[in-house]
């Protein structure tokens, strides 16, 4: 009977992470490796940019980032609509070719261009291939994950800090 229950537990923690992987499918962007095309798609789709999400395998908080933020459904269609969202691994030897055409890899984009070291950071892209916001480190919920989106989407960057915006949408 113990190894039944062994055995169940096993099957349900394999089919939670499959579930979980199937569920960031709309999420990120499929990608061809050039962030120029990615950008025009993102104007032509009247979208307000790129978010470029800088992850590592080893992170525990890209994944609870992926598990309980990035698989709600009501994420992906807010973020659908406004982003396309592009994973980058910033260990990763991948060839990819950047917003001014220089070809490189995802490790040195990340070091090199967003001084990235640790993980996750998101990065929003206007649609002239500009960074316009940074976060550092996980979003504490959905809810805040949406907000930070928001702020980038009205723009509010240009007024306040993500943080003060967060303090006043709590207020209302």
């Known amino acids: 009977m113990r190894r039944w229950r062994h055995f169940i537990a096993c099957l349900l923690l394999c089919l939670s992470g499959t579930l979980a992987a199937a569920s960031l499918e709309g999420f990120f962007q499929e990608t061809l490796g050039d962030l120029r095309e990615d950008l025009a798609q993102a104007r032509d789709e009247g979208k307000e940019g790129i978010l470029l999400f800088f992850e590592m395998d080893e992170c525990p908080f890209c994944h609870r980032m992926k598990e309980t933020v990035f698989s709600k459904p009501e994420v992906q269609a807010w973020y659908g609509e406004h982003f396309i969202v592009i994973p980058i691994d910033i260990e990763g030897d991948v060839p990819i070719t950047d917003f001014q055409g220089h070809e490189t890899t995802?490790?040195?984009f990340a070091f090199?261009?967003?001084?990235?070291?640790?993980?996750?950071?998101?990065?929003?892209?206007?649609?002239?291939?500009?960074?316009?916001?940074?976060?550092t480190g996980p979003t504490r919920d959905a809810a805040e994950f949406l907000l930070l989106g928001r702020y980038v989407a009205e723009k509010k960057y240009r007024e306040m800090p993500f943080a003060r915006y967060k303090r006043l949408a709590r207020r209302h």
């Not at 990235?116 to 976060?135: H, K, N, Q, S």
């Open 106 to 108: 995802m490790k040195d």
């Open 112 to 135: 090199r261009r967003f001084r990235v070291r640790a993980t996750p950071v998101m990065v929003f892209i206007d649609l002239e291939g500009r960074p316009v916001a940074r976060y």
